[in-house]
T-cell receptor, first 112, second 114 residues
Framework: GENVEQHPSTLSVQEGDSAVIKCTYS??????FPWYKQELGKRPQLIID?????GEKKDQRIAVTLNKTAKHFSLHITETQPEDSAVYFC???????????FGRGTQLTVWP | GAGVSQSPSNKVTEKGKDVELRCDPI?????LYWYRQSLGQGLEFLIY????????KSGLPSDRFSAERTGGSVSTLTIQRTQQEDSAVYLC????????????FGPGTRLTVL
């Protein structure tokens, strides 16, 4: 099966700075890479996703990049705000795999 | 339309008792997943249903855990003879058929085993 590694496990940044979370995956069949944000006591929510035919995708202050050759993808958050504080999970999957494989999560704290 | 719903939202039980947790997926979503999340931990995959295919049970931690999906919609996760280490939030998610992606999560059931 797939194996997804996520780093760092914790990340603290000052408000306004950028934050980057990185993930690697092992199965070259994976072709779908979503990112989820989970606030304390809430359910995980999809914030952005990318498919393997695209190298980068942006949505306002968040962006995801994908390097299929190296089998890694990253989440970039610019101009961070305290409300960005949450646990972020990356995942990898594909139609042939049928399910998503999640990373262990990154606790992001944005200090005002 | 409505999102994924789960019931109950909280369940407190005594060690050794059986519990049933329910998940109603988004209408039209044929893929359904169960995850377990212990306090401060990641998402532990339990089981995955896709249409009429045999479920992927590879994540179930022991034979005390089982799940059914009736009529391709509602799913029930059953934990028999609960143990204290079963205490966690149990999350259900659903997605469209044939796509490993865009999973939408329910609010979860918080299970506490005393």
């Amino acid at each position: 099966g797939e194996n997804v590694e996520q780093h760092p496990s914790t990340l603290s940044v000052q408000e306004g700075d950028s934050a980057v979370i990185k993930c690697t995956y092992s199965d070259s069949a994976s072709n779908y890479f979503p990112w989820y944000k989970q606030e304390l006591g809430k359910r995980p929510q999809l914030i952005i996703d990318i498919r393997s035919n695209v190298g980068e995708k942006k949505d306002q202050r968040i962006a995801v990049t994908l390097n299929k050759t190296a089998k890694h993808f990253s989440l970039h958050i610019t101009e961070t705000q305290p409300e960005d504080s949450a646990v972020y999970f990356c995942a990898a999957g594909g139609s042939t795999l049928g399910r998503l494989y999640f990373g262990r999560g990154t606790q992001l704290t944005v200090w005002p | 339309g409505a999102g994924v719903s789960q019931s109950p939202s909280n369940k407190v039980t005594e060690k050794g008792k059986d519990v049933e947790l329910r998940c109603d997926p988004i209408s039209g979503h044929t893929a359904l997943y169960w995850y377990r999340q212990s306090l401060g931990q990641g998402l532990e995959f339990l089981i995955y249903f896709q249409g009429n295919s045999a479920p992927d049970k590879s994540g179930l931690p022991s034979d005390r855990f089982s799940a059914e999906r009736t009529g391709g919609s509602v799913s029930t996760l059953t934990i028999q003879r609960t143990q204290q280490e079963d205490s966690a939030v149990y999350l259900c998610a659903s997605s469209l058929a044939g796509l490993a992606g865009a999973q939408f999560f329910g609010p979860g059931t918080r299970l506490t085993v005393l």
